[in-house]
T-cell receptor, first 113, second 116 residues
Framework: DAKTTQPPSMDCAEGRAANLPCNHS???????VYWYRQIHSQGPQYIIH???NNETNEMASLIITEDRKSSTLILPHATLRDTAVYYC??????????????FGTGTRLQVTL | DGGITQSPKYLFRKEGQNVTLSCEQN?????MYWYRQDPGQGLRLIYY???????QKGDIAEGYSVSREKKESFPLTVTSAQKNPTAFYLC???????????????FGAGSRLTVL
């Protein structure tokens, strides 16, 4: 699996856009980028994923660079409830047999008033 | 509502005792996973299972055991051989959802184990 690199922490003012970067320079052509978040003492929650096109859903937008070596998760109007650890992982879409999905340490986003 | 139920939410255990954490899902997912999380750390994979009666070791399987006798259930036993069992344990299952959705995990709320 391609390795990902994320900043350990970020701050964002409530109501502003939170832009969380992820580097995955060794990503292969058929690997997807997935984002999850974990609010304190809860299980992680899936947010969004993409291959090469930008994606948007009700939670966030995912911008993947043209060379696919990095991506940015955008929370357009951050609220205090978005304070969490955000994980970026890269993985093949079709994993076939059971696969080891590993999570790094992610980015701790603190949304402030 | 479909989801994953982990129990108990909090568990205390004396050293030398085995303890079993329950994980049940009604999502009809084939694959299930157990992760361990220590304070300020990411998730580390303990065991995973693709199908009933089959499971594989993850990165930190020593001191743990699992079974997969039913599709809905994937219990984790923390044995006395696990040297530092105090941690937050998370169970997850994986849907298919087409090729791109094959890695979308649904997590339970977690079980926090403390060894006294």
């Amino acid at each position: 699996d391609a390795k990902t690199t994320q900043p350990p922490s970020m701050d964002c003012a409530e109501g502003r856009a939170a832009n969380l970067p992820c580097n995955h320079s060794t990503i292969s052509g058929n690997e997807y980028v997935y984002w999850y978040r974990q609010i304190h003492s809860q299980g992680p929650q899936y947010i969004i994923h993409g291959l090469k096109n930008n994606e948007t859903n009700e939670m966030a937008s995912l911008i993947i660079t043209e060379d696919r070596k990095s991506s940015t998760l955008i929370l357009p109007h951050a609220t205090l409830r978005d304070t969490a650890v955000y994980y970026c992982i890269v993985r093949l879409g079709n994993t076939g047999t059971a696969s080891k999905l590993t999570f790094g340490t992610g980015t701790r986003l603190q949304v402030t008033l | 509502d479909g989801g994953i139920t982990q129990s108990p939410k909090y568990l205390f255990r004396k050293e030398g005792q085995n303890v079993t954490l329950s994980c049940e899902q009604n999502l009809n997912h084939d694959a299930m996973y157990w992760y361990r999380q220590d304070p300020g750390q990411g998730l580390r994979l303990i065991y995973y299972s693709q199908i009933v009666n089959d499971f594989q070791k993850g990165d930190i399987a020593e001191g743990y055991s699992v079974s997969r006798e039913k599709k809905e259930s994937f219990p984790l036993t923390v044995t006395s051989a696990q040297k530092n069992p105090t941690a937050f344990y998370l169970c997850a299952s994986r849907g298919t959802g087409g090729i791109s959705g094959a890695n979308v995990l649904t997590f339970g709320a977690g079980s926090r184990l403390t060894v006294l």
